[in-house]
T-cell receptor
Framework: DAGVTQSPTHLIKTRGQHVTLRCSPISGHKSVSWYQQVLGQGPQFIFQYYEKEERGRGNFPDRFSARQFPNYSSELNVNALLLGDSALYLC???????????FGSGTRLTVV | GIQVEQSPPDLILQEGANSTLRCNFSDSVNNLQWFHQNPWGQLINLFYIPSGTKQNGRLSATTVATERYSLLYISSSQTTDSGVYFCAVGERLTFGEGTQLTVNP
């Protein structure tokens, strides 16, 4: 079985632009979460979706949004990119509560 | 929110040595995981261990939920064990700052 897949793997954007990151969870996993990891720090929680509904949101501005589709894949959108948005964006999936999370390889976003 | 502290922040070992990494957390949790992040950024799930003890080869982990800490043991370390080890707790995974492990040949 395929693991959690993310696309693209790398991305370079200009300040002020918009970006969409994509995630496909492990088959059968209904929960998808997004994390931002800046260099030298642990990942920070951005969003959690379960059964297409938002279940949680971290301390991120409204420029960040996400959604989950009927096939449980997910998109993370970031508007009006800032230099500080440069980071590794990680997606994780889980079957549900009381189960561990499996992470994808991430999308490395560079904003110039 | 919940606080997660990991120690030590950095650890340098010779190949073959054993080590213990610690994770303290500030509130009761129903989820705790240990991850290894390789140099390419991939987070590898080592253990899902909200309580009790688990072993997987040279790695083992123990979580004492009532005392709010978890330990990760690495025995007979290898150079491929190098990287950052993260503890993460809670349904929305609050991560610690990690332990940077370097294993020298």
């Amino acid at each position: 079985d395929a693991g959690v897949t993310q696309s693209p793997t790398h991305l370079i954007k200009t300040r002020g632009q918009h970006v969409t990151l994509r995630c496909s969870p492990i088959s059968g996993h209904k929960s998808v979460s997004w994390y931002q990891q800046v260099l030298g720090q642990g990942p920070q929680f951005i969003f959690q979706y379960y059964e297409k509904e938002e279940r949680g949101r971290g301390n991120f501005p409204d420029r960040f949004s996400a959604r989950q589709f009927p096939n449980y894949s997910s998109e993370l959108n970031v508007n009006a990119l800032l230099l500080g948005d440069s980071a590794l964006y990680l997606c994780a999936s889980s079957p549900g509560a009381s189960y561990g999370y499996t992470f994808g390889s991430g999308t490395r976003l560079t904003v110039v | 929110g919940i606080q997660v502290e990991q120690s030590p922040p950095d650890l340098i070992l010779q190949e073959g040595a054993n080590s213990t990494l610690r994770c303290n957390f500030s509130d009761s949790v129903n989820n705790l995981q240990w991850f290894h992040q390789n140099p390419w950024g991939q987070l590898i799930n080592l253990f899902y261990i909200p309580s009790g003890t688990k072993q997987n080869g040279r790695l083992s982990a123990t979580t004492v939920a009532t005392e709010r800490y978890s330990l990760l043991y690495i025995s007979s370390s290898q150079t491929t064990d190098s990287g950052v080890y993260f503890c993460a707790v809670g349904e929305r995974l609050t991560f610690g700052e990690g332990t940077q492990l370097t294993v020298n040949p």
